[in-house]
């Protein structure tokens, strides 16, 4: 039987599905992530990347055990908002920053126009958001900033190592407080301010486009068949506002998913009203990232 496997970072566990082509969950394995404090600052906390990595094969080969005979056509990944994936110039993984990583927070008010940022990006700029967190890394850890050569999403990360190809997805953009969301772009204004060279940058992927084929020494690994492909997912939010199966385009739905942070008087936000998709930075949480590839699974808990 074919099969599509998701892998889900969320900011108190991973998860990784099997899905049918329907979308109904066939399997699911869970654990907690794994966080580290440190010590070079007073409120943070980090992870080990590679130790995620094994975490994921590992949860993928008991879920994939618990389907035996299935062949997975396709992979993608979605994951906590604002958390990012430290990379080095080999593509190398340094470190993980996830969501409730403040170590950008006496940097906050470095920041000379506050305004513009929440102008362009529809998020007061606090040390929640990605960019903080680069900053945070830039000014206190300096031998590791040193090192860096780029970031990614840590759903856009997993899709990385599940493919070998970087992309970072919009909804995820849209967390960083780099992004234009009105633009769909990145913002070379916003990485001025943060004092962020855009090299720094990937390029923007689509939620449900192609990535890239699974890289070849992981076909066993995760039980692939050939061919298989990797799917662009993106920030668990969005993509749960996507799997609800009565979703209205309403500004009072908006509304009560948004982030305290982002205002419905922002031109950011009146921007996105007459969007006709869910990949912008709306709120909620949950795994429905399985809707991409067919119905949403009405198993509890995903």
């Known amino acids: ?9 969320g900011t108190g566990n991973a998860r990784v599905a099997v899905t049918d082509r329907g979308g109904n969950v066939l399997s699911v394995a869970r654990e907690d992530v794994h966080y580290e404090k440190d010590i070079h600052y007073p409120d943070s906390i980090y992870f080990d990347a590679d130790e995620l990595w094994e ?4 949860l993928a080969g008991r879920a994939l055990s618990e389907v035996p005979g299935v062949r997975v056509v396709a992979f993608t990944a979605t994951s906590q908002r604002e958390g990012i994936v430290l990379l080095g110039r080999n593509g190398e993984s340094l470190i993980g920053l996830p969501n409730i990583d403040h170590r950008g927070r006496q940097w906050e008010g470095v920041l000379t126009d506050k305004q ?3 102008l362009l990006t529809g998020r007061y700029p606090t040390s929640l958001f990605s960019a903080l967190k680069l900053v945070g890394v830039r000014e206190g850890r300096p031998a590791v900033w ?8 840590i759903s856009d990360w997993v899709q990385y190592k599940l493919s070998g190809v970087r992309g970072y997805e919009h909804s995820q953009a849209s967390e960083t407080l780099l992004y234009d969301v009105a633009g769909k772009r990145w913002s070379p204004e916003l990485c001025a301010l943060f004092g962020l060279d855009t090299s720094l940058l990937p390029g923007l992927v689509s939620s449900g486009t192609v990535l890239g084929s699974l890289l070849p020494g992981l076909t066993a690994a995760f039980a692939a068949a050939a061919g298989a492909v990797v799917v662009v997912g993106g920030a668990d939010t969005q993509l749960a506002i996507e799997g609800t199966p009565l979703f209205v385009y309403s500004a009072e739905l908006i509304r009560r998913g948004l982030p305290s942070t982002f205002s419905e008087n922002s031109p950011a936000f009146r921007s996105l009203i007459g969007f006709p998709s869910a990949s912008f930075p709306v709120s ?9 590839f067919g119905k949403r699974s009405s198993q509890p808990g995903l």
């Open 1 to 9: 039987m074919e099969a599509y496997l998701i892998i889900d970072i």
């Open 55 to 58: 975490q994921i094969l590992r």
């Open 116 to 118: 513009r940022v929440y």
């Open 284 to 292: 909620s949480c949950c795994l429905s990232v399985s809707v991409r």
């Open 146 to 153: 040193e090192r860096v050569a780029g970031f990614l999403s």
